[in-house]
Each structure stands twice: as structure tokens, then as C-alpha cells.
């Protein structure tokens, strides 16, 4: 009896334990290739930071985040590490003027 139960509890240990794997994702890659760390530890704060302060990163990261954006991603794209970098990116402004058209005032 004793061993059926320490058994279950190991089981159920190592389930809480496990925390499910983000499938890879290119602009965390690429963020990480740039010499951001681990950004999956990182707090928001951190991510923004990082990224304000590497604006070649901030304009790549944001172009690919539009394109996975307009994959329509999954419904909880927003809490996995690429949806916290591309919402955090959006929040940054590029130091590029944005495109608004051909006319000229």
C-alpha cells in the first residue's frame, strides 16, 4: 500500500513538474543570435528594454511579427515568449518615420 502511493506521488510530481515546450520560434531565435539571452526568463519589462536599446532587432522583430500575425496564430499566441516579444516590440517606436502615402503637404 505504502509503495502504491508513493508511486502515484511521484507521477503526480512529475507532471506538475513539467512545464510544456513552446515550439521554436524564429524571432526569439533571432533575438537570442543578437546576444538577448534567454528570453523566455525575461520579464517584459527586460524584453523592452533590450529592445529599444538594438533598433536593427526592433525593426526585423517587428516586420516578422506582423507576418505571424497575419498567419492568424494560435488563441494563445499572447502568453507564449513570441507573442511577449512582438507585443512588447509593438509598444516601440522604430526611429523610422512611418510610410503614410505619396502625398506631399
Not at 502511493?5 to 521554436?24: Q, S, T, Y
Not at 492568424?72 to 517606436?93: I, K, M, Q
Not at 526611429?95 to 502625398?103: E, N, R
Request: hydrophobic fraction near 35%; charge should be positive; proline fraction near 6%.
Amino acid at each position: 500500500m505504502k509503495r502504491t502511493w508513493m508511486a502515484a506521488l511521484i507521477l503526480v510530481l512529475a507532471f506538475v513538474g513539467c512545464k510544456k515546450a513552446e515550439p521554436p520560434s524564429p524571432i526569439v531565435k533571432m533575438m537570442q543570435d543578437a546576444g538577448s539571452g534567454d528570453v523566455s526568463k525575461t520579464s517584459d519589462e527586460g524584453i523592452t528594454r533590450w529592445l529599444d536599446q538594438h533598433k536593427a532587432v526592433l525593426i526585423e522583430v517587428k516586420q516578422k511579427c506582423i507576418e505571424v500575425r497575419a498567419s492568424n496564430p494560435p488563441a494563445n499566441w499572447n502568453d507564449t515568449t513570441e507573442g511577449r516579444v512582438c507585443a512588447n516590440a509593438y509598444l516601440l517606436d522604430t526611429g523610422t518615420p512611418l510610410k503614410t502615402g505619396d502625398k506631399k503637404y
